[in-house]
């Protein structure tokens, strides 16, 4: 009886090619299992085999996803699979939006099961969990040994034909189910309040998502006489981009001097954002840093000065934890220097 036949996608760092330095890797093949895959193939069943590895590096995907998912599913599509694996990604945003790509197009356009796997947090999660089968994991690879039985297992039965639901085989809800009950709405409603109220356990039908509550500080007394710093996830960096900051799936910021500059010219500032049309921000990327705008205010006395240093970073398909880490390291170093105020744009 021939075997399954698995296909996995990985980025450039767990094929082993290298790191950031190597994140605009064309897409290849290999046969047989790579990296990760190893691991997989020891989890899988012995009706189950990992044929072929298809490799691709984060930024050259995601700048080039138009053209780079068409022929990764070829390379996929040539090995003749029954199933498809990619990642994990964990909280990768630049890995986590290409494994999301392949499996949902491999699921859409190859009609085959795959599965990958995500932290919570990860861009990835959110876009493409209506479509793919995406396993909850850690936040870091330093979980990969943990991730890898639950991922095996869901795939294994997807590619066997086995029922699945997200509750018994631990994967993001993909999309609400319709089912009879001969109760109304209105009674399970009132029978999960009088749980509430008794402080007895009860499930919801409808899960609301959990956002961080930030509570405001206080307003600035006197504008006149307070500092204000400039903050963007709107990408606006120095002509050419020094930092190499990614158009989406940000892995940095960064620091750029703003002291003596008046105005941002075409000449001298443009935006890495990929998520918006950037020719009016790369005409003037005062329109997304006004710093023209504060230096009149400071002119007019309306202001009483600007910090000499601006942070930039790209907020599209950004991991929150990423963007968390990037505003508490600024947010150190606006309250060392007497910041008062932040002024925060995106696009």
Do not use: W
């Not at 749980?195 to 007895?200: I, S, Y």
């Not at 899960?207 to 500092?227: G, R, Y």
């Not at 400039?230 to 940000?250: F, R």
């Amino acid at each position: 009886m021939s075997k399954i036949r698995v296909v996995h996608y990985i980025n450039q760092f767990f094929a082993g090619i290298g790191g950031e330095e190597k994140a605009d890797t064309k897409p290849f093949k290999q046969d047989g299992p790579v990296g990760p895959g190893t691991a997989f193939a020891k989890k899988l069943p012995e009706d189950m085999e990992i044929v072929g590895t298809v490799v691709c590096g984060d930024s050259y995907f995601n700048e080039n996803v138009d053209t780079v998912l068409p022929e990764v599913l070829d390379m996929i599509k040539s090995y003749e699979p029954d199933a498809v694996l990619a990642g994990p990604a964990f909280n990768a945003g630049r890995y986590g939006m290409a494994a999301g790509a392949v499996t949902s197009a491999v699921i859409k356009e190859l009609g085959i099961p795959a599965v990958t796997g995500m932290y919570e947090e990860n861009p990835g999660t959110d876009i493409y969990k209506k479509v793919a089968y995406i396993v909850p994991v850690g936040n870091s690879a330093a979980t990969m040994r943990k991730a890898i039985k639950p991922i095996a297992a869901l795939l294994s039965k997807l590619a066997h034909g086995e029922a699945v639901d997200p509750e018994t085989d631990n994967y993001f809800v993909r999309h609400r189910a319709n089912f009879f009950t001969n109760k109304p709405g209105a009674v399970r409603a009132a029978e999960m309040l009088v749980k509430k109220l008794n402080g007895e356990a009860f499930v919801t039908e409808y899960p609301m998502p959990d956002f961080d509550k930030v509570d405001p500080e206080q307003a600035v007394p006197d504008l006149s006489k307070a500092k204000i710093a400039l903050v963007t996830s709107g990408g606006i960096v120095p002509k050419g981009n020094p930092d190499h900051i990614e158009s989406s799936s940000a892995s940095k910021f960064g620091r750029y001097c703003i002291d003596g500059v008046e105005d941002l010219t075409e000449e001298t500032y443009e935006t890495a954002h990929g998520g918006y049309d950037p020719s009016y921000a790369n005409a003037d990327a005062d329109r997304v840093l006004p710093v023209d705008v504060i230096r009149e205010e400071i002119r007019e006395g309306k202001i009483g000065e600007l910090y000499p240093y601006y942070f930039a970073t790209v907020g599209n398909g950004t991991a929150v934890a990423s963007a968390k880490k990037y505003g508490h390291a600024i947010g150190e170093e606006l309250k060392e220097n007497g910041v008062d105020a932040v002024i925060l744009t995106s696009t």
